[in-house]
């Protein structure tokens, strides 16, 4: 392991400290039961990465209220009722000595997607946005939302928060990339609003920085909160690169503890999974252009299931203080075996895992 010391050095988020600074970014399973709770199945899926040595686990979207959740087999944090189950996860998940963060979303106007809709009763998801612009995967026009809405999501995520909190995670994620609802407020393209949540970059972060306000006032001072953004969208008129080295302090100003740096909105998915045709740590240069600007810890993703590549990048943001990887592997112990042998099986098994990453709503839980 000598010649991983960057990969294997502990690290911290607010005052959660981690054995190493490998990170499993959230990644689409489907492993939550019909009305959102943890299953058995779910525990075993993260178990078996925490065991396989991760310093952080993100678990993917779970949805803040009940009219958004994307998929039938996402998780839900819109009630209490959801703890007990949650809490099961995150202790057998700590027990391995892996650190646990739940990522919190709502999908929005890509709630359009019929997929999306996919065994709910008619007209029970609701198909929402910040400006009534049409989604450009389906053409449908979204609902805009009204201040009060925007308010009571607002206190939506506070409250996932909160549980989260209570069910032992040690970190909450707010998913503010790949084209979801919070992203979508970031996208000029998608954000036509003349009142204070549009316009200029810091009208178009207020939901996002309302969000970090008032979970930091819910779960206190010391509960780490990671916004997950994008370098940028990938489609014509979306998020780019100069907004997100705008708004990252922003978030930090509101609340953030660490930055999760990834691209490529729904709308430019090639962006947000790089296949072998694409270069390896191709994304990592958005990450370094955020930290540039700000103090917190920036976590960056992109093909990094190469160790000395992983190890390369943390070498060269050292400078600009604590950088991370989530070099995601579909082999669980990745980050005990990071040598010559795991990368070439990571190879093996890259194209696979792209296929398994687009089609899981469709097909259901990832095999």
């Known amino acids: 392991m000598d010649t991983f010391t960057e990969l294997f050095r502990p690290g911290s988020i607010n005052l959660l400290e981690m054995k190493n600074r490998i990170v499993m970014a959230a990644v689409g399973s489907s492993l939550a039961d019909a009305e959102?709770?943890?299953?058995?199945?779910a525990i075993d899926y993260y178990v078996e990465r925490a065991k396989?040595?991760?310093?952080?686990?993100?678990v993917k979207l779970t949805s803040v209220m009940k009219n958004a959740?994307?998929?039938k087999n996402h998780l839900a944090a819109y009630d209490d009722k959801f703890i007990p189950r949650l809490r099961d996860l995150s202790r057998a998940v700590k027990g391995h000595g892996a650190r646990i963060a739940l990522q919190l979303g709502h999908h929005g106007n890509n709630a359009s997607h019929p997929r999306r809709q996919q065994g709910f009763p008619p007209g029970e998801q609701v198909v929402v946005g910040p400006s009534p612009v049409a989604y450009i995967e389906t053409g449908v026009i979204p609902q805009e939302l009204t201040r009060a809405e925007i308010c009571e999501l607002v206190g939506a995520f506070a409250s996932a928060s909160r549980r989260a909190k209570e069910a032992g995670f040690d970190a909450v994620e707010f998913h503010g990339a790949h084209g979801?609802?919070?992203?979508?407020?970031?996208?000029?393209?998608?954000?036509?609003?003349?009142?204070?949540?549009?316009?200029?970059?810091?009208?178009?972060?207020r939901f996002a920085s309302e969000i970090l306000a008032a979970a930091r006032r819910t779960v206190g001072p010391f509960f780490p909160l990671i916004m997950r953004m994008d370098g940028w969208d990938g489609?014509?008129?979306?998020?780019?690169?100069?907004?997100?080295?705008?708004?990252?302090?922003?978030?930090?100003?509101?609340?953030?503890?660490?930055?999760?740096?990834?691209?490529?909105?729904?709308e430019a998915t090639h962006?947000?999974?790089?296949?072998?045709?694409?270069?390896?740590?191709?994304?990592?240069?958005?990450?370094?252009?955020?930290k540039k600007v700000v103090t917190v810890p920036v976590i960056t993703v992109g093909k990094l299931g190469d160790p000395l590549l992983a190890e390369e990048v943390l070498k060269r943001g050292k400078a600009i203080s604590s950088p991370w990887v989530a070099p995601w592997s579909p082999i669980p112990a990745w980050p005990t075996r990071p040598g010559?042998?795991?990368w070439k099986r990571f190879e093996v098994a890259f194209t696979a895992t792209i296929a398994s990453a687009r089609g899981v709503i469709k097909d259901g839980p990832a095999r």
């Open 340 to 342: 010559k042998a795991a």
């Open 235 to 266: 489609y014509e008129g979306g998020f780019s690169l100069e907004e997100a080295v705008a708004t990252a302090p922003l978030f930090v100003e509101a609340g953030a503890d660490a930055l999760h740096v990834s691209a490529g909105a729904n």
């Open 180 to 205: 979801k609802l919070i992203s979508q407020f970031l996208s000029p393209y998608y954000n036509r609003r003349t009142d204070e949540y549009g316009g200029n970059v810091e009208n178009r972060a």
């Open 69 to 71: 959740r994307g998929s």
């Open 52 to 58: 396989g040595g991760v310093g952080l686990i993100i």
């Open 271 to 290: 962006w947000q999974f790089l296949t072998y045709m694409q270069e390896s740590g191709g994304l990592v240069h958005l990450a370094e252009a955020v």
């Open 36 to 41: 959102g709770y943890v299953t058995d199945r």
